[in-house]
């Protein structure tokens, strides 16, 4: 790889920069100006587009550096626009495709023979649109599936497009794919922040947040922190029965139970792609919450459970002709254990809620449900 290149004149009075050691390391230095010469990435963006079919949307540079390869459709920010505003220009401007940003993917720095460094940020586009139509600084534009992706330019747009695929994976619809199944869905109890932190370590797919006293201050500074973590981990994050909590804290949805806010109301404040789920004690309940347009249903207890005492459990029987009958997501909860949990599995439930279960040893708990949900293949092979 040839030397990057360097700064060789100040860019406020043009002197000749010597070298000195200023400031704990060896920097550029204007001896006119009297000062160092900072050096900084330069900010640039890229669009990761996945379609129906979870293939990403690729160019091919038509201009060096990586002249002929593919990369993500992006460039750099100019003055005066966001970062969010350069995205979505350079995608319209390279592909002929519009769309929204719907989530920052990640951010990343790259080395660059004429820049240095660049600090590559990435974002997942929903509601794409349009008429492939290369140009600008590309010469080709096509969607690619993951097995079939040919060379890709920049290392940078490699990790995103990776994590992209995660998120659209784990994300549900919100970023284009599937909602479900979930496998573990944890429900937080007590030590809200640790099970959280604890079920992403262990991959939870969905962290539902469900505390029933305390200030709304205190719930929200909760919620914020357990939006924080599953960002991170690319965990779905539910808020319990409270829209406004869960508006505030840009959570993926909010499960609302039969004497909450009604779903239709939900739905004319909540966002697009928002995920509503809703509790049923059951089939009517569930088939009712399905044609009203919930995203998936909580049904349950399923067994007797401390946890919600008053409702009576559903039992196997019954869940069955809801796993039968009902037609979107199901997710079984109540009295449901780590040992108990095949019961489910084998009536065809493939999303399991718990409490209880997950209050120790959170992240291998969400691990072993995961294996038997999500992996059953996994599972067998293991013995
Ligand atoms: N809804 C139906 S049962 C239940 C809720 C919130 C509580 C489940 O708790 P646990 O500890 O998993 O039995
Ligand atoms: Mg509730």
Redesign the pocket.
């Known amino acids: 790889m040839p030397a990057l290149k360097e700064l060789r004149h100040c860019p406020v009075c043009g002197e000749s920069l010597v070298c000195r050691y200023v400031q704990h390391h060896d920097r550029l230095f204007c001896e006119r100006c009297g000062e160092p010469v900072y050096e900084n990435p330069v900010p640039a963006t890229a669009a990761v587009v996945i379609n129906e079919k979870r293939e990403v949307l690729l160019v091919r540079r038509a201009r060096d550096p990586q002249k002929g390869k593919w990369c993500l459709p992006g460039g750099f920010v100019e003055l005066g626009e966001t970062p969010e505003e350069c995205c979505l220009r350079e995608l319209a401007e390279e592909t002929g495709i519009s769309g929204r940003i719907a989530e920052l993917v990640g951010i990343h720095l790259s080395r660059s023979y004429s820049y240095h460094s660049v600090l590559v940020i990435g974002y997942a586009i929903e509601n794409g649109q349009g008429t492939l139509c290369p140009g600008d600084d590309a010469e080709e534009a096509a969607f690619f599936p993951a097995e079939g992706f040919p060379e890709i330019a920049f290392h940078s747009h490699s990790l995103l497009i990776r994590k992209a695929l995660r998120l659209d994976e784990r994300g549900g619809k919100h970023a284009g794919g599937l909602l479900a199944p979930f496998g573990a869905y944890v429900?937080t109890s007590l030590d809200h922040r640790r099970i959280a932190r604890d079920a992403c370590a262990g991959g939870a797919r969905v962290i539902q947040y469900?505390e029933k006293s305390g200030s709304r201050r205190e719930l929200l500074e909760t919620a914020a922190a357990i939006r924080r973590l599953t960002r991170e981990s690319g965990s779905l994050f539910i808020v319990n029965d409270f829209l406004d909590i869960a508006l505030l804290t840009q959570a993926d949805g909010v499960h609302l139970g039969q004497s909450d806010v009604p779903l239709a109301r939900a739905r004319e404040l909540a966002p697009e792609h928002f995920i509503v789920g809703v509790?049923a004690r059951n089939l009517e309940e569930a088939l009712a919450a399905a044609a009203a347009g919930a995203d998936y249903i909580?049904i349950?207890?399923v067994f007797p459970?401390p946890?919600?005492d008053e409702?009576p459990p559903i039992g196997l029987a019954a869940l069955r002709e809801v796993v039968d009958r009902v037609k979107i997501p199901l997710v079984a909860?109540?009295?449901?254990d780590l040992d108990n949990m095949a019961e489910l599995h084998a009536l065809g439930v493939r999303s399991v809620?718990?409490?209880?279960?997950f209050q120790q040893d959170t992240a291998e708990a969400v691990r072993r449900v995961n294996r038997l949900f999500l992996h059953p293949q996994a599972n067998e092979s293991r013995g």
Do not use: L, Y
């Open positions: 429900v469900r509790s909580g349950g207890p459970t946890t919600k409702d909860i109540g009295g449901i809620a718990m409490v209880r279960a």
